[in-house]
């Protein structure tokens, strides 16, 4: 039986999709939340809903994105907060780009435990910095829907529109190619120690993020079943 014909059970839990820009977490976090009927939480797409509706925090945090740096742990910890605390969380959700700082991470596990979650759960989607730059220059996103895609390795079937919504592909302002050496920058300095950090705690689970976009699916799919 294919692995969507399975009724999955809920999450309930906490999942965070850890990795440096580009690796795939966003791709997988859909496709996980799709199979679980989980909340796919990206920090990334929160702030830059903010950034397109122009609210103040948009103005805020528009142009530490757009040069690649990370916005500051209490702007991060009170979007995050008040989103988890809403009812579609209860049977789990999936983080994406969030924890992001030692900090960040310190401060969930404090929310997580006072709204009687169990401890996370971690995919690592490890990703040598030589392929970033490629699958991030070539990333094209829906407009309408968020729908993610590559011009070099998932082209829409019609150049520029997306296959569900036949909306709009763009470019994010962070995908310029100036902007990723000082995203992998951050990701190092500020994001890699978080490995080591739930790696310490027997939660990380590593999956090889160069392979293909099915294969890695298939690691991600197992590691979540497995940790039941
Ligand atoms: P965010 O939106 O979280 O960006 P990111 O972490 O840099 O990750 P990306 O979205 O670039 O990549 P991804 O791993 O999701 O890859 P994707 O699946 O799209 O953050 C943006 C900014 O917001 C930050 O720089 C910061 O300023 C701010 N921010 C957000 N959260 C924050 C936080 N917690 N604290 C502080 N600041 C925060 O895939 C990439 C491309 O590759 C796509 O084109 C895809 O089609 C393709 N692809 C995916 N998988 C494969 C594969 N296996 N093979 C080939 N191609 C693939």
């Known amino acids: 039986m294919a692995p969507e014909s399975r009724a999955p059970e809920r999450l309930d839990r906490a999942v965070i999709f850890l990795g440096p820009p580009g ?12 199979l679980y009927r ?53 049977h789990g959700f ?19 435990r006072q709204n009687g979650y ?12 030589v392929l970033v730059l490629k699958r991030i220059t070539g990333r094209r996103v829906c407009k309408v829907g968020g729908e993610i895609y590559n011009i070099y390795e998932r082209p ?18 962070d995908d310029r190619e100036e902007v990723v050496a000082p995203r992998l920058q951050a990701y190092e300095k500020l994001t890699e120690p978080l490995v080591s950090y739930y790696r310490r705690l027997g939660r990380l689970h590593d999956v090889d993020a160069s392979k293909s976009i099915d294969d890695v699916r298939e690691q991600m799919l197992e590691i979540v079943r497995n940790s039941r």
């Not at 169990?118 to 910095?129: E, G, I, S």
């Not at 829409?156 to 302002?173: S, T």
């Open 156 to 173: 829409p079937k019609v150049e520029g529109r997306c296959d569900n919504d036949g909306g709009e592909l763009i470019q994010r302002a």
């Open 94 to 112: 999936v983080f994406d780009g969030f924890p992001r700082t030692v900090a960040q991470a310190q401060y969930l596990s404090v929310l997580l």
């Open 23 to 34: 690796a795939g977490k966003g791709t997988q976090a859909k496709e996980l939340a799709k």
């Open 38 to 90: 989980a909340p796919h939480l990206s920090t990334g797409d929160m702030f830059r809903e903010h950034v397109s509706l122009g609210t103040p925090l948009g103005e805020q945090v528009k142009p530490i994105m757009a040069r690649g740096d990370l916005v500051p742990d209490s702007l991060v910890l009170k979007m995050v907060r008040e989103r988890i605390e809403r009812p579609d969380c209860s």
């Open 118 to 129: 169990r401890p996370p759960l971690v995919v690592h989607f490890a990703l040598d910095p």
